[in-house]
């Protein structure tokens, strides 16, 4: 117990300190190797840091960690979780009528209104993220075509469930999966 509890920097002056080391203490240790000039490494030429500290009071407190999502996040999930599926068939009708087609230019006013109720309009402006571009879009929205499924009938998703102020164009956004799917990670890098 007393050799594990012996600072590091103890052991490596003694070693350091011998006027000659062995062939053996050089090939397992390397800092014995000598200059040039066949000297040994004196004690002067190795740093030397503080022993680190055996206080054990901070062990013993527990750090508070949150296991459960606060009320905010648990609640912006509950209305993605409600929205989400509301948007399942605006996206399938646009991805039938682009499939294959080159993109469509989007307006600078969309709607996305049936008529077959008597609706009010509601003017709503987003900065839209596109490939080559972004702009600023209104969207009008009414009791038929809600805000984001507006914005998926024309290409963009929200990004945000309530009230976002910007939308990324679905094409964007399949495009970036492909290539996060075909990219290496940092480990198989080259």
């Known amino acids: 117990?007393?050799?594990?509890?012996?600072?590091?920097?103890?052991?490596?002056?003694?070693?350091?300190?011998?006027?000659?080391?062995?062939?053996?203490?050089?090939?397992?240790?390397?800092?014995?190797?000598?200059?040039?000039?066949?000297?040994?490494?004196?004690?002067?030429?190795?740093?030397?840091?503080?022993?680190?500290?055996?206080?054990?009071?901070?062990?013993d407190t527990p750090v508070k960690r949150r296991i459960v999502s606060d009320r905010s996040a648990s609640l912006l999930y509950s209305h993605w979780s409600d929205l989400i599926p509301t948007l399942i068939d605006p996206l399938l009708l646009y991805l039938g009528r682009t499939q294959g087609k080159p993109l469509e230019t989007t307006h600078s006013v969309i709607s996305a209104c049936t008529g077959t109720l008597p609706c009010t309009p509601k003017r709503a402006t987003l900065m839209c993220l596109f490939f080559d571009r972004y702009a600023s879009i209104d969207v009008l929205s009414c009791t038929c075509s809600t805000l984001p499924q507006v914005l998926l009938h024309h290409g963009l998703f929200p990004t945000a469930p309530s009230q976002p102020r910007m939308a990324v164009s679905v094409d964007l956004l399949s495009f970036y999966r492909a290539l996060f799917e075909r990219s290496c990670d940092a480990i198989n890098a080259c």
């Open 1 to 59: 117990m007393k050799e594990l509890m012996k600072p590091w920097y103890e052991e490596q002056s003694s070693q350091v300190l011998s006027p000659h080391p062995s062939h053996d203490d050089t090939a397992k240790h390397p800092q014995h190797i000598e200059n040039d000039d066949t000297t040994a490494l004196h004690f002067e030429d190795v740093e030397t840091f503080d022993q680190p500290s055996l206080d054990t009071s901070a062990i």
